[in-house]
């Protein structure tokens, strides 16, 4: 009981742990970096950072550096539309590629067996977590393309496994930390 008392007291006092530094409107804290441009807002999430999920071929995770998702983003940028060219869960909402920098972003690192740096980006438009934005992966079911995460291989440059969520009601799967960790 008495753990789980000092957990609670942790997480409440998480906000005022960080530290923050202006560098160009970027914002450390202990979880996560918030990079600020014209043309998006993102967390980058430390490698120390909990999630409970593998890519295919993880070799180790890594900090994703500014230079690292600037390229992402114009990688993004450019290629979006070509990826998202079926508009999957997108029918009566709306498109992905038309509405970029609505979104903010949450970037996770990782390397492969081969070397390559691999991003997983999710893309979450949606006022009402801006508050979870910056010290959890956000997850939702439903909300069709307010919602959506992609990988993207920085060495190839491709962009792959773009999921969109299913159109319907919007519910926040709140996290659970566990041991295991799933592969998207």
């Known amino acids: 009981m008495m753990r789980k008392i000092v957990i609670i007291a942790l997480m409440a ?5 960080g530290f923050c530094q202006n560098n160009q409107q970027t914002r450390h804290t202990w979880t996560c970096t918030r990079i600020t441009t014209s043309d998006y ?4 999430f430390s490698k120390e950072f909990y999630v409970d999920f593998k890519i295919d071929n ?4 890594y900090t994703p550096s500014n230079s690292d ?19 999957d869960n997108q029918e009566s909402c709306p498109l992905i590629d038309e509405n970029l920098k609505k979104y903010k972003r949450q970037y996770i690192g990782f390397t492969d067996v081969y070397g390559a740096k691999i991003l997983w980006v999710n893309f979450v438009w949606d006022p ?7 010290n959890e992966i956000t997850t ?21 496994d773009l999921t969109v969520n299913e159109p ?4 926040y799967i709140q996290k659970v930390h566990k041991r295991r960790r799933i592969r998207y």
Not at 58 to 61: A, Q, T, V
Not at 69 to 87: G, L, P, S
Not at 168 to 171: C, F, H, I, L, Y
């Open 128 to 134: 009402q977590l801006d508050s979870k934005i910056d």
């Open 58 to 61: 993880e070799e180790s995770r």
């Open 13 to 17: 006092l998480m906000p005022t742990i």
């Open 168 to 171: 319907g009601e919007v519910k």
């Open 69 to 87: 998702v600037d390229k992402a983003e114009k990688i993004i940028r450019k290629k979006i539309a070509c990826i998202n060219q079926d508009h």
């Open 41 to 44: 807002e993102s967390y980058v």
């Open 140 to 160: 939702v079911e439903g909300g069709c393309s307010r919602y959506f995460h992609l990988k993207i291989n920085l060495d190839t440059q491709k962009i792959y």
